[in-house]
Every structure is written in C-alpha cells, then in structure tokens.
C-alpha cells in the first residue's frame, strides 16, 4: 500500500483505503495523493451520523413516507396468469414483520452448467412440480347405485410421469384409509367401507381427493422457466429449500428463496440479512421509490442482531427492548407490566419513550449532552 | 349430469342443463312463476343455481330475441297513451328483472345500435349504468370515470332545499340553501326525480381564469357583490332537546331557570334569556355559554341523611347552553310529551351562514375548492359586455383531472342562458357541443365561449381571452364557521390534568405519536419536552420507599406516608399522566418503586 494511503488506515475503513488505491492513476505525485486522502477524510466524515443523532426514527420516517405512496397492486408474470408475487406495502409489511407463511413464496433456482440446456430445463421443471389428482383426473362419476366412485385418469399424462393407475391407487390409499382404492378396466374404483352416510363421505372424499399429492416436490405449484443473460433459471411458486437442495442438478450456490425463515434454516442468519435487504430493495424499486440503502441495512440489523430473525412486532424486536415501559408502550401493556413485576425488573429510563413518557428530556440530539461545572 | 341447488341447497341432477334454464325463464316471462326468480347454468363448476330469496339486487332489462327488442316502437305509443303501463310489459315478458348471477350469462345490448344476433337484452336506457347521484352530472361521459363518482359524492353533501316542510321540523344539523335553482345544463334524471322541486345549487357566472394567486390548490375566488345579493347563502338549523326525566324515589328533572343555591349555578348573566318557564324565547339572540333551557337534577348519589332532606341546595344545575364557539337565534320552540310521557322540550336554533373564505363549493365534476377571497366587486375583472362573474375557477384544475364535462357545461350554461332555454346534458344522449358552439355564434357571442376581458384593479385589458360562462354550482355543508378552532390556553381534563379534546370543549390540537418522532428524529429533544409539559407537576417522592409522598401545604412539610415523618423526600418534575400510570399499577398490585438520584 502506499506510504500516505497507509497513514490513514486508523482513519478509514479498509475498504475505502483499496478502493482509493486501485483507482489512482499509475503515476501520481505524493502531493496529490495527500489532497486526495484529505478531501476523502472529510466526505468520509460528512456521511458519519452525528452523535445523538436518532437514527433509528429517521430510518423510520425515510422508510414510511414513500411506503405511503405505495400501490397496493400485485406484479404479474407476462403471459403467465397464475404465477402472480406479492408486492408493494403487503410484501414489506409481510418481510418487516418476519412472517413465517408468507403470502406468495417463490424461488429462483440456477441449473448446474451441463443441465442448462433449453429442452432440459423445461423437463426438469416439470418435474419439480408439484401434481395433484386432479391434474391427472379425467372424469370423476359417482354411481349412487353401486356406491362406488370411479376416476378416469389420463393415460399420456400418467406414462409422462412414470406413473401407472396401480401406483397412484396406492398413494392414495396410504392418504385415504377409510376407502378402498381398486384398479379396474385400467380406472381407479373407489369403494367406501363405512356403511351409513356412504353417499354424503363419497361427495366429500370426491372434493378432498383432488387435492392428494401425486408427484413432483411437494410445495411447488407453479414452474416458470425465464432466460437470464445466457442461460435459463426455473422461477417457481411455492418453495421447499430441502428438497430441491437434495436434487443434483441444481446449482446449489445460486438457489435463492423468498422466504426469510427458510433461508435461515438452510443458509444462515448472514444469509437472511442479506435477503431482508435484497428482498425490501427489490420491491421499492419496483415501485420507483429511492430510499438510502443504509436506512434498509439498518431495519435488516436490528431483524437478526439476536441471531434468530425477528419481526418488528411485539412477538420480535419488541420483545427484546430492555426497557419496560418501552415495552409496554407498544402493545398489550397489561402482560408486559405484570411479567416485569413478577421478577422485579428495573428500568434505568435510557430510551427515547420511557422519557417522553415520564417527560423528561429524550436522551437524542440535544437532550443527549449534560453539562458538568467544576465549583471550587 | 349438473347438480342444480335452490337458493343454495342441493335439490337434484339434472342432464340437459340449458333447456332446463331456458325453460324455467320462459315459464317466468309467461308469467307461470314469478319474476324474482332468477337462474344459471355456471358452466365451469357445472352447476344451475336457482334463485328465489330476498335482498339480492335485480334490475329491469328489455328482452331480446333474435337481436330484435320485443318492446317495440308501438308499445312505446300505448306507453305514452297511458294505454299499457310498466307492469304490464312485465307480465307480458318484455322487461324482466335480472340479478347479479343471472346477468353473468346475459349479453346486454348498451344501446340499439349495438344489438347483436346474440343479443340476450337490451338496456331500457344506457343511463341505467349508473346510480342516481352520477346521473345527474351533466355531459359526464365526456369525464374520467373517477370524476364521476366523485362528483356524484360530492352532490351528496351539498346543500338545498331538503325538504319542503323543513319549517315545522326539529331536525339535527341541516342545511338551507337560499334562493335554490335548477340547473340551466339538466339531465334526464333531473326532469324524472322533479329536481325543480328540491333543487340543491345556484347558476353561477364562472370565469375560468387565475385572479392574483389566489386560487391556488384548487381554490375559488368569489365576488363580494353577489354574496351581498345572496348568492350560496344558507341557513344552519340545530336543535336542543330536554326531557323531564324521572328517576328512583319520585325524583324528577326541573325545568326552571335554576336558584342561586343550587350545585354549579352559572352566573345571573347565563340565564338572562330565560322566561318563567326557564326556556328561551324565539328570537333570542344567543351566545356562547347562553343557557337556552334551564333545568335541575337531583344529586346523582343519596346519603342516608340526605334522603330526606330534598331541599333545592342538594340539587345540582343540568341547564343546556351553548358550547364554546356555537351562535344563532333561537328559531323555534316546542313543548310536548316523549313517548315515556315525560316532558320533552325542544328548541331550534338557526344561524344565517354568508359565503366565507373557507367554505367549500364544487361544480359537478368533483372540481371541489375552497374560497381563498371574496373579492370587492369593484375589483372584479370584467367583460366588454360588462359581465362580471361570481365565481374565478383556476385553470389548473383542469389538465391532470381531464374533467372536459365541466368545461362543457360552461359552454353549455352559457349558450342556455344567452338563449333562454335549458340545455340537455344527458348522460350519453346530450346535446351536441357543435351545435351549441354554433348557437353560440348565432347568439353573438365568439363559438368557443371565450371573451375579451379587463382588470378590475386597473382597468387594463388581458392579454388573453378568458373563457366565461355559466355553470351550476353547489355549496357544500363544510363551512368554515363550524370548524375554526385555535386555543393558546384552556380548560383541562380532571383525570390527567392533559388540555381537553375537541371543538365544542375549546380542546387542544393534539401533539401525537408522529408528531413527536418528528420532533426526536430533529433531535430537539428539549423543544419536546416543552411542547408535552401541559401536564407537567412536581411530585413528592420518599427515597426511601420509593414511592410518592403527601405534601402538607400548611405545615410546610412533606412525610412519607409508609415510611414516616423522618424519610427523605425529593420533590421530582413529571408528566401528570406519568403519576396517574404509577398510581393505577398500585391499583393492580404492582409495586412502581421509583429510585432518585442526581441527573448529573
Ligand atoms: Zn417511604
């Protein structure tokens, strides 16, 4: 590293340091190099947050303001009806509040480079699919005479899947087992084995049984295979992370999920802030909407500080606020009052509520510094 | 086979699932069921729904076969003739009622013109798409669909001729506009509802001009000469209602102009309105805190020795007066009994309200402003005619909302008042505004409704020609005068010692939660602070038990009332609502234990 560069290493983050470094002409005079750090010392010290300076609130108010602008539309797949994605306020809402179902899950999985041809990728996303019997249903009559239900399936679509009737009669009599499931003339005969309300179970089971996973990963309703640069990523509704990491012709290092639990459980906790931030990012600039990353980076901190992701509810980060009455100024007070009366907890009054609260000056901006006199 | 359900329980299959709906409509506009019944084959759940239970909304449509209307030209003849009425084109199957499902496999024609071989009916009239508010904006395919809902809400609020006996009514806050009109530009929906009968807005000269900035945002500049001639000037009427109640024990509200010893007296002032009776006469002219009914109560909580002892002192003052900020004459007055056969006294005042900055006006279109000036007639721009308008619309209302009826109807107003006729705006069927230009022209008047006008200040001639008509305009019951409140100090509540909420109370304007993050993400910790100390009270506090100590204010001392005399008390600088949180954690067995030290 250069000589004047390094006299600023306690100064500045590393970062900066070889960022300024790679970009300085090959040849530059020490004099040069010196102003430069300079002028860099000083926008570095611009963009500091001032002590005292709250920056959680101004986050807030950066972040809530132009969600007031927001519309409430979904964002459609061109072409694709029924691969639809939550977003605008109800996405966010959804990713600040670390649901654990989220509306629409959907993920971009990356296919290994010698699985990525076109014919392929379309097989491969078929298959991951999840199918239920209803796909595979034909014809579904009811002969109220001889009490019985009898499934036509298709056959092309069935040998498609290396399917046969037997096999799907049998998965459905591990599902079903207050019926008994038949192969007959290559249709599926359905025979109930309770004697009274035959009939009225037979119409329910007609409407439950549609439903019954066949094939495919289960989760995955939609398949979507979209050309990226030069190569073809498979965008799905619905996400199972296990699963689809058990399958050898995925790129591992590049599937991606939506759903902020299931990446934890699979990539980790680094992972999941990253994915906040990405996740929020996307959705605002779908909607135009510019707002300092930082203020984003900053909400994604506080959701995985503790390790685990937390919402900002009263289940979340709320839950963690050290103090009481902070605590208990956000919602159902009742139960965070008597909780902290059984083990007699303190509060040392350090945030911004407790103050406002007891009215006394918030510990930010100019309620932050005391003045100390020395008397003789 | 299709399953078919009667008003949603399953009633049988059926296989041929079209004729069984053909036929069961056929059978209805035979007249052999009735009419509200209605039916559908929903061919992608394979179902037929017959429907015959009330509260669905149906809705009358012209039957067509083979895409001609079975009402023809000669019914119509019959129709005006009175030979054949409504009913009748129902019982013979030419209308009929469809409802929300049943219209799903219905191709309605909008209008002749469109019928199709595939037509299944024909709307009566193409305004029939819309409600009864939206029908009356005038020209209004001509604005953004938006438009149209918002300017039918706005109709909803203006003010009119509610009701023709309004005299003898005890109403609760309503409205009367003076010297109503009907509008110059109507529609049909105008004639069918007699809308001269209960008109709700005035014809207005509008210029369509800016007048000094001030009709910025939306707002209007109005011209003091005609609000003195009573332009948009209406009458507010509220009514005071008290009863004689009776309670347990024989006891019974009093109404009477109160005695001085009874609990809360006012002042002799209060009461000068009152007769013998203790209630205003009609025709006062009262103010605020006026008393307009005098009455006692008895004391809510008896003691045993005060049972007996009813003397008026224990009795206490109910009288209603008027709040802070409430004027008018007192317009009407009437005794009678409530259905508990108690007495009931009602009275109505009445407020004369003059158009105002702040008041709010709208055309039609959902073009909504407030008045930002009245400005002296004198100083009002005028035309080479000498036409002076009432009302100055800013242009710029225009462009982003793309309202073109509104324009329309100026030029339309225009050309009806020149030529002493109403013109039609009907919804879909208005008159042309070629031809309108064109009368215009004839009348000797430039076709595109624009004239050459002067400054009223100076005198001087506009570079531009302004664009001048006439159009109908609306007062909305948003008047200013119910609504101005300011307070620098004021009453406060018992409880939390915090400034009292609302208008009527002369209440404070709420600081609130977002308002205060403001004040924190500024860092101006010490401004909030201030801006919360309404509440603010110093407490005594035992440093001992950590509770709040009682201040003895004769004796000048303060004494812990768990610890004793000889405990340290500090006195602590707090919000009134934080004391009252301390004291309801007590209250559920909480134990708040506040523990002193120096700040610094
Ligand atoms: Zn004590």
Redesign the interface.
């Known amino acids: 590293m250069n000589k004047i560069i390094k006299e600023y290493v306690d100064k500045l983050p590393n970062k900066i340091l070889l960022d300024v470094e790679s970009a300085l002409p090959e040849k530059c005079v020490d004099s040069k190099i010196k102003k430069i750090m300079e002028e860099m010392y000083k926008e570095y010290l611009y963009s500091l947050a001032d002590p005292g300076e709250s920056v959680g609130l101004v986050g807030a108010e950066s972040i809530g303001e132009p969600g007031t602008q927001m519309t409430l539309n979904t964002f459609h797949f061109a072409g694709v009806s029924e691969l639809n994605v939550t977003t605008g306020l109800p996405r966010i809402i959804e990713i600040l509040d670390a649901r654990k179902k989220i509306k629409t899950n959907m993920m971009e999985l990356y296919l290994k480079k010698e699985c990525s041809g076109s014919k392929n990728v379309k097989k491969i996303a078929e298959k991951i699919k999840e199918k239920t019997l209803e796909s595979y249903t034909k014809e579904v009559i009811i002969n109220v005479a001889d009490m019985k239900m009898i499934i036509a399936l298709y056959p092309k679509e069935l040998s498609e899947a290396d399917l046969t009737v037997g096999i799907v009669s049998k998965i459905l009599g591990k599902s079903f087992k207050k019926f008994k499931f038949k192969v007959e003339n290559k249709l599926l005969t359905v025979i109930s084995s309770s004697k009274d309300d035959a009939l009225k179970e037979m119409y329910k089971l007609k409407e439950k049984i549609k439903d019954t996973h066949i094939s495919g990963i289960k989760g995955i309703s939609q398949v979507l295979p979209v050309k990226r640069g030069n190569e073809y990523v498979i965008v799905t509704a619905g996400s199972n992370l296990k699963e689809i990491m058990k399958k050898d012709f995925f790129d591992s290092e590049r599937i991606i999920s939506n759903d902020l639990f299931e990446i934890e459980k699979t990539f980790g906790i680094e992972a999941t802030r990253q994915l906040v931030i990405n996740e929020v990012v996307k959705v605002l600039d779908a909607q135009g909407i510019n707002i300092d990353i930082r203020h984003i980076m900053m909400v994604s901190d506080a959701m995985t500080m503790s390790g685990k992701v937390c919402g900002i509810n009263r289940y979340g980060i709320v839950k963690d606020k050290p103090s009481v009455l902070a605590r208990a100024s956000f919602e159902t007070p009742m139960n965070h009052l008597f909780d902290a009366a059984l083990i007699g907890e303190e509060d040392y009054l350090n945030s911004v509520i407790e103050n406002v609260m007891i009215n006394q000056a918030v510990p930010v901006g100019t309620g932050l510094p005391g003045l100390v006199i020395k008397v003789k | 086979m299709t399953d078919v359900y009667l008003n949603n329980k399953f009633a049988g299959n059926i296989k041929n699932p079209e004729d069984f709906v053909e036929r069961i409509i056929n059978e209805r506009r035979m007249g052999k069921l009735p009419i509200t019944i209605n039916c559908r084959h929903n061919k992608k759940s394979d179902e037929v729904r017959i429907e015959s239970s009330g509260g669905r909304a149906v809705r009358p449509l012209i039957v067509v076969k083979n895409g001609k209307p079975l009402l023809s030209e000669k019914h119509i003849e019959q129709l005006k003739k009175n030979d054949l009425l409504w009913s009748d084109l129902v019982k013979q199957g030419m209308i009929e009622y469809l409802d929300a499902s049943e219209e799903e496999n219905a191709l309605v024609a909008f209008s002749e013109d469109e019928l199709e071989e595939e037509s299944t009916h024909l709307e009566v009239n193409p305004l029939d798409i819309l409600g009864l508010a939206t029908s009356f904006v005038p020209f209004g395919h001509y604005n953004h669909g938006v438009r149209l809902s918002q300017g039918s809400k706005n109709q909803k609020q203006a003010i009119g001729f509610y009701m023709a006996n309004f005299y003898i009514r005890i109403d609760m806050d309503v409205n009367l506009l003076h010297y109503p009109q009907y509008p110059i530009v109507k529609t049909l929906t105008h004639e069918t509802l007699k809308y001269e009968k209960h008109p709700s807005g005035q014809n207005l000269i509008v210029a369509v001009m800016s007048y000094e900035g001030y009709n910025m945002e939306d707002a209007i500049v109005i011209n003091k000469g005609s609000v003195d001639r009573g332009l948009a000037r209406s009458t507010y009427y509220r009514p005071a209602n008290v009863e004689e109640r009776r309670y347990s024990g024989g006891l019974i509200d009093d109404v009477s102009i109160p005695d001085k010893d009874v609990n809360g007296f006012r002042s002799e002032e209060d009461y000068k309105f009152l007769e013998e009776d203790g209630i205003i006469y009609p025709e006062a002219k009262v103010g605020e805190g006026d008393v307009i009914i005098g009455k006692t109560s008895p004391p809510r909580f008896l003691n045993a020795l005060e049972e007996f002892d009813l003397t008026s002192s224990s009795r206490r003052e109910s009288s209603v007066a008027l709040k802070h900020g409430e004027r008018g004459i007192v317009d009407f007055v009437t005794l009678t009994e409530n259905v508990e056969g108690n007495k009931l006294i009602q009275v109505r005042l009445r407020d004369q309200k003059i158009p105002e900055i702040g008041d709010k006006f709208t055309s039609r279109h959902g073009q909504k402003g407030v008045i930002s000036i009245v400005v002296p007639e004198e100083d009002i721009p005028f035309s080479a005619s000498g036409i002076k308008p009432d009302l100055i619309f800013s242009p710029h209302g225009i462009p982003s909302r793309m309202t073109m009826a509104h324009m329309i109807e100026l030029l339309a107003g225009k050309t009806g008042c020149l030529a002493g006729r109403k013109v039609d705006g009907t919804i879909f069927s208005s008159e042309k505004e070629k031809n309108l230009r064109k009368e215009l022209l004839d009348l000797g008047f430039s076709e595109d409704g624009c004239e050459t006008m002067y400054n009223g200040i100076t005198g001087e001639k506009y570079k531009a020609r302004i664009f001048i008509g006439n159009m109908y305009y609306l007062k909305l019951k948003h008047m200013v005068s119910n609504k101005v409140h300011s307070r620098a100090r004021g009453p406060i509540q018992l409880l939390t010692r915090q400034p009292t909420e609302g208008r009527a109370n002369e209440g404070g304007l709420r600081l609130g939660e977002m308002e ?3 004040f ?7 401004v ?2 201030e801006r ?2 309404s ?2 009270t110093i407490v005594p506090i035992c440093e001992v038990c950590g509770l709040i100590a009682i201040n003895d204010s004769r004796k000048e001392t303060s004494f812990c009332p768990v610890c004793g005399e000889n405990s340290e008390i500090s006195n602590v ?3 009134y ?2 004391k009252l ?1 301390l004291d309801e ?1 007590k209250s ?4 708040p234990k506040l ?1 002193l030290k120096g ?2």
């Open positions: 205060k993050d403001t924190v993400a500024h860092g101006t910790s010490l909030l602070k919360f100390d509440d603010k600088e707090m919000s609502a934080f949180m954690m559920i067995t909480i134990y523990k700040k610094y």
